[in-house]
């Protein structure tokens, strides 16, 4: 009888998170209503600030994921992120999670995570 109450109310949750998922790509599913910027995945971002697949891949062509250490070669290490990201609060980049991967979060061909929120509810919006 309890198995069939939640598997009743699951599939019901189900239908919801199905009709919801649909309502919402009505809504945003349309790029045209969306900003270019936001748009944008991270790889598209870099190539317009000249950044080219080469500059984060170093094998040719380019199939591995970038190591953390190439992003901190140009955007400083996890001191000089905190500072620039100083104002958000809490500090995305200074955290009792030390000096995780960038990859936890920003990924550069989809869409990025919030890897706080595995365990908290931040309104972090990771470019
Ligand atoms: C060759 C230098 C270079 C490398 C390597 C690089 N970036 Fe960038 N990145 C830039 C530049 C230039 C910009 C645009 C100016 C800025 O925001 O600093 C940028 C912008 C960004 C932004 C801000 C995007 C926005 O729209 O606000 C993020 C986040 C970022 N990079 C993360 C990364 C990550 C993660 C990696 C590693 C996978 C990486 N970058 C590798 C140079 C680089
Ligand atoms: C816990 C998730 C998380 C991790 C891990 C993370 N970031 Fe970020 N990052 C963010 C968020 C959130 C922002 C947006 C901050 C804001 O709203 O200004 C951001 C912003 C940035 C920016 C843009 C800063 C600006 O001034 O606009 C850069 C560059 C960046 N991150 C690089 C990195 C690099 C390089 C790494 C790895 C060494 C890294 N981040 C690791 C969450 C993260
Ligand atoms: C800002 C650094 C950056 C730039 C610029 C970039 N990549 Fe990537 N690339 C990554 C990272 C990080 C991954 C790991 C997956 C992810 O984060 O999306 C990756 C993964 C890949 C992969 C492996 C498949 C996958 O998605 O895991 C391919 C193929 C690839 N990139 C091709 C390219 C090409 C082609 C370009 C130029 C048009 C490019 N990348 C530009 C950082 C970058
Ligand atoms: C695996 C779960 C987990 C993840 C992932 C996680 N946290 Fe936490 N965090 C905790 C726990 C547990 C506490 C302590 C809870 C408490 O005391 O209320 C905590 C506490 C905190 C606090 C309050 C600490 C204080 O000074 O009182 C902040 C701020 C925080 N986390 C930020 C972050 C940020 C930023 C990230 C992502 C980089 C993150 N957390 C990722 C579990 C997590």
Redesign the pocket.
Same mark, same amino acid.
């Given at each position: 009888m309890r198995f069939r109450f939640n598997h009743v109310s699951f599939s019901k949750y189900l239908t919801f998170a199905v009709a919801a998922g649909v309502a919402l790509f009505v809504a945003f599913g349309n790029s045209s209503m969306l900003s270019a910027d936001s748009a944008k995945l991270l790889a598209d971002r870099h190539k317009a600030a000249g950044i080219e697949c080469n500059s984060c891949h170093k094998e040719t062509p380019p199939k591995e994921a970038v190591k953390?250490e190439v992003?901190?070669g140009c955007?400083g290490?996890?001191d000089a992120?905190a500072k620039?990201?100083e $104002? =958000?609060e809490p500090n995305?980049?200074e955290?009792h999670?030390g000096?995780?991967?960038?990859g936890?979060?920003?990924h550069s061909h989809r869409v990025s995570d919030?890897?706080?929120s595995r365990c908290h509810a931040f309104g972090? $919006? =990771?470019?």
């Open positions: 953390t992003c901190t955007h290490d996890y992120l620039r990201s $104002k =958000v995305p980049h955290s999670e000096k995780i991967e960038c936890m979060c920003h919030n890897y706080c972090f $919006k =990771v470019p």
